[in-house]
């Protein structure tokens, strides 16, 4: 588990939120749509940290 992945996808999605946040707040489709595929990337990274904690325990 690599906890500075899983801290910066921690503050991807938190930016990505307020993005997404600000973009609904100001009409701004572009910056709202910025802020959910930051979101998304954050998730994916997530998922990938989830999956070599699987692999590490299973291995162990």
């Keep these: ?9 921690t503050a991807q999605n938190i930016e990505g939120k307020v993005q997404a946040a600000a973009g609904e707040i ?16 954050a998730q994916a990274t997530h998922a990938k940290e989830d999956v070599k904690d699987a692999l590490k325990k299973a291995i162990d």
């Design 26 to 41: 100001t009409g701004d489709t572009r910056s709202k749509a910025e802020g959910h595929a930051k979101q998304a990337e």
């Design 1 to 9: 588990m690599s906890i500075e992945d899983r801290v910066k996808a």
